[in-house]
């Protein structure tokens, strides 16, 4: 059984940049497609970005395309998000979360397999 723990979440100014880690432990990431989702403050999770098994497909949403980058080193067993020109309303908890042994990557939260507990992004001057 996989677990997976997220780091790198703090408190940054709007312009600034964040990078998050995402460990996984208990078994390989080879082969499973990863994603990132978050949860503002009184909104529902929400996708942003996933990336296949073998890296050769990375997808986002509209509000974080061109500023976040998903990706993943199998080696490491960790996925990443770079987050740059932060805006406040990035603000939320990020989750990192991984799909079964597939070819495809998605933005269906049910798809997702196994989840961590999150590290809080806080967007503010």
């Known amino acids: 059984q996989l677990q997976l723990v997220e780091s790198g979440g703090g408190l940054v100014q709007p312009g600034g940049s964040l990078r998050l880690s995402c460990a996984a432990s208990?078994?390989?990431?080879?082969?499973?497609?990863v994603g990132w989702f978050r949860q503002g403050p009184g909104k529902e999770r929400e996708a942003i970005s996933c990336i296949t098994a073998n890296s050769g497909i990375t997808n986002y949403v509209d509000s974080v395309k061109g500023r976040f980058t998903i990706s993943r080193d199998n080696a490491k067993n960790t996925i990443y998000l770079q987050m740059n020109s932060l805006k406040p309303e990035d603000t939320g908890v990020y989750y990192c979360a991984v799909r079964p042994i597939s070819e495809y990557c998605g933005f269906i939260a049910r798809d997702y397999e196994y989840w961590g507990q999150g590290t809080q992004v806080t967007v503010s001057s």
């Open positions: 208990g078994g390989p990431l080879t082969y499973r497609p």
